[in-house]
């Protein structure tokens, strides 16, 4: 197994608030060399070094103590010492806040 410890993942972030609406709309790109989200450790041998990853999130605030919201985050599917045991769909989720 090739799996490391450490590693690091760069990534650019940018967020927008439009006023009117009031929506709140985040986008981040990370190149990424982590499986599973660090979950399983970072992958040395992964064929081309880092992969882009995009993540998205939006809130909507409905009155002052109110808001709801979404986020979606692409993961790598399969790493590279695990097979397709470990394939794993882009994460996903909704809030009330």
Avoid at 23 to 36: E, I
Avoid at 63 to 92: Q, V
Wanted: glycine share 8%.
């Amino acid at each position: 197994m090739t799996a490391k410890r450490g590693g690091v993942d760069p990534y650019a972030s940018a967020t927008k608030l439009f006023l009117a609406p009031g929506l709140l709309v985040n986008g981040t790109l990370r190149a990424s060399h982590a499986n599973q989200n660090t979950l399983l450790r970072f992958d040395s041998s992964r064929q081309g070094g880092y992969q882009l990853e995009a993540e998205l999130s939006v809130a909507w605030p409905l009155r002052k103590n109110l808001a709801l919201g979404a986020e979606f985050r692409f993961e790598p599917s399969e790493p590279a010492f695990a097979g397709a045991a470990f394939i794993e769909d882009a994460w996903k989720d909704r809030l009330i806040a």
